[in-house]
């Protein structure tokens, strides 16, 4: 037995009954589907028994034809003039000779050394290096960028100029210039800035794509006198006259003139590098803060040699290439860190030391 339906249901089969009589009464068996008539209709368009009608190309204004290709031709010839400046331009560019001499195996040198892992405390004034002998910190340092940081450079010049700065590495220079924190920098770059000082990193021998060519000459006539020595040194090719490493470098205290590479990149350094590098949120710091130099030989220490002394840079070399003066060479045993520049030089047509 069927189930019984509902009023409404009874209703709605009754008006389905009426809609197919009214269907069969006009012919129509099955209304088809508004979906299914646009898909017939175009399929009986792309049927193959039409024919194709020929079409004639788009009517095109002949006056916007002719903009259109003078436009053309005018950025293509602008391309071409900017390419061949570009060649011009790195064709005039001087550039260093790479170095690809394998380094001379390392030898110790009779030098005076800090450890810093040992006597990190020495460092710091007497009374706090007392307190941290007896009892260290329990509090963790606290990690702060290099640049916000001042390294005190009175302790850190007197302590360390001359000496081999173990352990190895970049790591422990940055560490122990600055002992109440953990100074965080680029571990790949040779150009370290502090606050209150620049720092460059010279490989006089291996890692180094460049050639840190050391020279000397004498002072004076008489031999008590020390010689002034002085280096190439070359900054890195993404950097230029306006990087705000670079414009702490032409802010730095000058060598002698008489040791000078190019006149107007020493006595107007700012007006050789163009009006990007005198801007004053580029300036950044005083000429009174040091360049300080770290030499090494890639599998040895670091050596303190002091403070450096600005002799300008090659307005068209690429990367850019300074010269530095070595200002504490009184007060370095050069003698016996000239033996690691000596073994650098003696491959680089042996002529980058003048005795």
């Excluded at 450079?153 to 560490?175: E, Y």
């Amino acid at each position: 037995m069927a189930a019984p339906v509902s009023e409404y249901e009874a209703k709605r089969l009754a008006r389905v009954r009426e809609n197919q009589q009214k269907l069969l009464e006009l012919g129509v068996e099955k209304l088809a589907p508004k979906r299914l008539a646009r898909v017939a209709k175009r399929e009986r368009t792309q049927s193959d028994d039409v024919a194709d009608v020929p079409r004639d190309p788009p009517r095109r204004s002949t006056r916007i034809s002719m903009i259109a290709e003078a436009g053309t031709s005018l950025r293509t010839q602008r391309a071409a003039a900017r390419h061949m400046e570009m060649v011009a331009l790195s064709m005039n560019v001087q550039r260093p000779k790479r170095n690809s001499t394998p380094p001379a195996a390392y030898q110790e040198l009779d030098l005076p050394s800090v450890d810093v892992n040992v006597a990190a405390a020495a460092l710091l004034p007497a009374e706090a290096d007392a307190a941290l002998k007896a009892k260290p910190s329990p509090v963790k340092k606290q990690r702060v960028s290099s640049q916000l940081l001042e390294i005190d450079f009175d302790h850190f010049h007197a302590r360390w100029l001359g000496n081999q700065i173990w352990p190895k590495g970049k790591q422990t220079i940055m560490a122990g210039a600055c002992p109440q924190h953990t100074p965080l920098f680029s571990r790949m770059s040779g150009i370290q800035l502090w606050h209150n000082a620049v720092v460059l990193f010279v490989n006089v021998q291996g890692e180094s794509m460049y050639d840190n060519v050391f020279h000397q000459e004498p002072t004076s006539e008489s031999d008590n006198e020390p010689p002034a020595v002085y280096f190439q040194w070359f900054a890195q090719q993404r950097q230029h006259v306006g990087s705000p490493a670079i414009v702490r470098l032409l802010h730095a205290q000058k060598g002698h003139e008489g040791l000078r590479l190019e006149d107007a990149s020493y006595y107007t350094p700012i007006a050789s590098a163009g009006p990007d590098a005198g801007q004053p949120e580029k300036q950044m710091r005083s000429s009174t803060d040091p360049v300080l130099l770290f030499i090494r030989h890639v599998d040895g220490p670091y050596i303190y040699c002091g403070r450096l002394g600005y002799l300008g840079y090659r307005t068209d070399s690429s990367p850019l290439e300074f010269r530095w003066q070595l200002l504490d060479i009184a007060a370095l045993d050069w003698d016996k860190i000239k033996m690691l520049v000596d073994a650098s030089s003696a491959q680089v047509d042996g002529a980058a030391i003048v005795v």
